[in-house]
């Protein structure tokens, strides 16, 4: 079991996971999803606190030393998710799993 303090910082992360994810599972189009998308990039670019979860994000990055070029992948990759894509080689395959996850990258979390 995690300690408090990682146990937190584990569920602002998935809350913020929660709320990308859903922008581009729940919207009502694909140009919905991209702007919603978009402005969450944007905003932890940034560091816009204006929206509560994106806020929270920006301050786990400071918090965790997190880079913040890791979490702007892991956005860019959902926004590449919205439109079906063909992977014609292993080295795609890996790069759009690199894209979908970040966990590798929290060594310091």
Same mark, same amino acid.
């Given at each position: 079991m995690l300690c408090k303090k990682f146990r937190e910082r584990a569920t602002r992360l998935y809350a913020f996971c929660?709320? =990308?994810d859903d922008l581009a599972d729940e919207s009502v189009s694909y140009s919905v999803a991209r702007r919603g998308l978009?402005?969450?990039?944007?905003?932890i670019v940034c560091c816009n =606190?204006?929206?509560p979860t994106y806020?929270?994000?920006v301050e786990l990055i400071r918090e965790?030393?997190?880079?913040?070029? @890791?979490? $702007?992948?892991? $956005?860019?990759g959902i926004v590449s998710d919205l439109e079906p894509a063909r992977i014609e080689? @292993?080295?795609?395959l890996?790069?759009?799993?690199?894209k979908q996850s970040f966990g590798s990258h929290l060594d310091g979390f």
């Open positions: 929660r709320v =990308v978009e402005d969450c990039r944007s905003a =606190v204006l929206h806020g929270d994000m965790t030393d997190i880079d913040r070029s @890791v979490v $702007i992948e892991l $956005i860019d080689t @292993v080295a795609a890996l790069r759009y799993c690199r």
